[in-house]
């Protein structure tokens, strides 16, 4: 068994927060895949490629998929999705590094804090992890697995990773499921659709460190002092996105970011 750590109020206060990005420009790699687990590769990067070049802007959405304020930003993220000339990249940090376990302050902090979330957001907190898991001492937090299982989703269909990101965390903020546990990630990929076998088999080939290190790297250029954090790519420049703002409005944030690739293509 691995060991746990605890984590207090205030380190959880200034590891998960609503924060505006603050950083300098600069040019950002995609995210890595690996090209070489299907006969279907070749199609589907025929049509990122197609659907690349349809793009004029890309969003980097730096996350943790057990980070309450992102599972508020999910309105958002989704509302991003489909703005035809806006790419979406995931960026997933590691909130919670090492296998953690709360102590009972931190779980009341926690559940104030999504408490605040759900009135800004209208995002559902559950019984079932409110009364249930949330208050159990033996629940453990640790954002590599679920991690690698957006990873793996991505790497089977990419436009899997988004879906197996709100199955993970509608399992956990909703119904109170334990999604650091294998089966449980494996329950949730055959629920989105994908294979069971091929998934598990895709979780032991992800880059996941590689990808954590990059991600903290991107952190580091842009400034990002928590989770969530938006960056918008236009051209070779950097942009924050003011997102707090649009907490509670996602189809405003669908609507800005659609102006800004606009603006970003005109003046190109």
């Known amino acids: 068994m691995k060991a746990t750590v605890a984590a207090t109020p205030r380190a959880l206060a200034a590891r998960c ?3 505006l990005n603050r950083g300098p420009s600069e040019a950002l790699d995609p995210n890595a895949r690996n090209e070489n687990h299907s006969h279907g590769d070749g199609r589907r990067t025929a049509e990122l490629a197609a659907r690349d070049a349809r793009m004029t802007a890309k969003l980097h959405y730096i996350y943790d998929p057990l980070c309450g304020w992102c599972y ?6 989704w509302a991003a999705s489909t703005v035809p000339s806006v790419g979406l990249e995931l960026h997933a940090g590691a909130l919670w590094p090492e296998p953690t376990q709360l102590p009972e302050s931190s779980r009341l902090y926690i559940l104030q804090a999504d408490q605040r979330i759900a009135a800004m957001s209208g995002q559902r907190f559950g019984p079932d992890y409110h009364d249930g898991l949330l208050l159990d001492p033996t629940m453990v937090l640790e954002s590599r697995p679920p991690t690698a299982a957006v990873l793996a989703a ?3 269909d ?9 199955a993970i965390q509608h399992a956990h903020y909703e119904q109170g499921r334990r999604v650091v546990e294998h089966d449980v990630l494996c329950d949730l990929a055959e629920e989105i659709g994908l294979d069971r076998g091929a998934f598990e088999a895709a979780l032991k080939r992800v880059p996941l460190e590689e990808h954590i290190r990059s991600t903290q790297e991107l952190m580091a250029h842009v400034g990002a002092q928590g989770f ?6 236009l051209g070779d420049e950097l942009h924050p996105v003011p997102h707090g703002r649009f907490a509670s409005h996602p189809a405003q944030f669908r609507d800005w970011l659609e102006t800004q690739a606009k603006g970003s293509a005109s003046a190109h």
């Open 158 to 166: 990419p436009k899997k990773a988004l879906p197996m990101l709100k």
């Open 228 to 233: 969530p954090t938006f960056v918008l790519e």
């Open 17 to 19: 927060a609503l924060v």
């Open 72 to 77: 508020g930003a999910e309105p958002l993220v």
């Open 154 to 156: 991505q790497s089977l």
